[in-house]
């Protein structure tokens, strides 16, 4: 339950905006940049949305005039930022986090350096940073942010990679490692297999020896789909309708029956991911697509003793240092080097077609992530 106090510090990772102001996310000090209704030319175009509702309705592109920087602050220029589905959720107004409007959109990305403050030391011109916490504000071709607004990461990755690195990465790689002590050769069951995260678990869990089932809806194009994410290194792939069938024990006469389940759906496909566990195993809820609770039966509770459990990675970083995600960054980076962890499919978009990419990204069956590229 988020308290008065929580919900302030929370709001605070935001900044504070004020009418006909802007303040960028993570800043401190004086006002950043300030909304231009002027229509003379601006190099800084920011995506805007003033109140919450639909996306390609509300959402709006905007001229922000760029501050000075100041001693503790970092120029950055974007390079590229992807719209996920907390992006949309936090414009909708119904996400965990919701900034002080109005407010710049984007949660996550990969931007340059382009000039420093005199007291910063983690960062110098031409370094790639990306956001350290949600809610940065990433949809803008350049912003002034507070050093400790910023990670930085290395440049020798893909910039797919880069720009989509702190989140379903992030998310798939702790929830393979912190909730249940699998071995080589152990499974995991998951649905929404082709998200962002979904794709992510799939080569993670293959680079750690890991056998994973992955679950789909069915659609025209599920041949394709099946065949680019066995690509990722998935070993058996079902829609929601196969995992239902008496035979899908088949699967387990050459696969053991997974300890660890992932759901990001919720309703009739999380019951089912529970059906499929191991006894004693664990089911790691991160996303509820289908707007449906999770329901659990009695009897799998008592006589499997499973157990239902929550992930949310700003909860995560709350609980971490710094230190402790910057490892994370760097462990995903690893394994991006070595071919083990690709980007999503995507589609880049130039920031003024911004309608055309929020519009895509809440279309059904969404084959690849929109990338907005300023």
Known sequence: ???????????????????????????????????????????????????????????ELKNLELAA?????????????????????????????????????????????????????????????IPANAGLGTWQTEAVFHEEALMSVPSDIPLHSAATLSVNPCTAYRMLVD????????????????????????????????????????????????????????????????LRKPDMKNIFKATPQPRLALNCVGGKSSTELLRQL??????VTYGGMAKQPVTASVSLLIFKDLKLRGFWLSQWKKAHSTEQFKELILTLCDFIRRGQLAAPACSEVP????????????????????ILTM
């Not at 002080?100 to 931007?111: D, F, T």
């Not at 191991?278 to 089911?283: F, Q, S």
């Open 69 to 129: 920087v100041g001693g503790s602050d970092v120029h950055v220029k974007m390079l590229a930022a992807p719209i996920n589905p907390a992006d949309i959720n936090m414009i909708q107004g119904n996400y965990g986090l919701l900034p002080k409007l109005p407010a710049v959109g984007g949660n996550e990305g990969v931007g340059q350096v382009v000039a420093v403050g005199s007291n910063v030391t983690g960062v110098k011109p031409g370094d790639w940073v």
């Open 179 to 242: 909730f249940e002590q699998l071995q080589p050769g152990d499974s995991v069951i998951q649905n929404a297999a082709n998200s962002g995260v979904g794709q992510a678990v799939i080569q993670l869990a293959a680079a750690l020896g890991l056998r994973t089932i992955n679950v789909v809806r069915d659609r025209p194009d599920i041949q394709k789909l099946t065949d680019r994410l066995k690509r990722l290194g998935a070993e058996h792939i079902v829609t929601e309708e196969e």
């Open 351 to 370: 920031l003024q077609h911004y309608q055309q990419a929020l519009e895509a990204s809440m279309r059904p069956f969404v084959s690849s992530k929109q």
């Open 1 to 59: 339950m988020w308290g008065p106090g929580a919900l302030r510090r929370a709001r605070a990772l935001f900044g504070r905006l004020r009418p006909g102001l802007f303040r960028a996310s993570g800043r401190r000090g004086p006002t950043a940049s300030s909304f231009s209704a002027s229509a003379e030319p601006c190099r800084v175009r920011a995506l805007v949305y003033e109140r919450h509702g639909d996306p390609a309705k509300v959402v």
């Open 278 to 283: 191991a006894p004693g195993g664990t089911m």
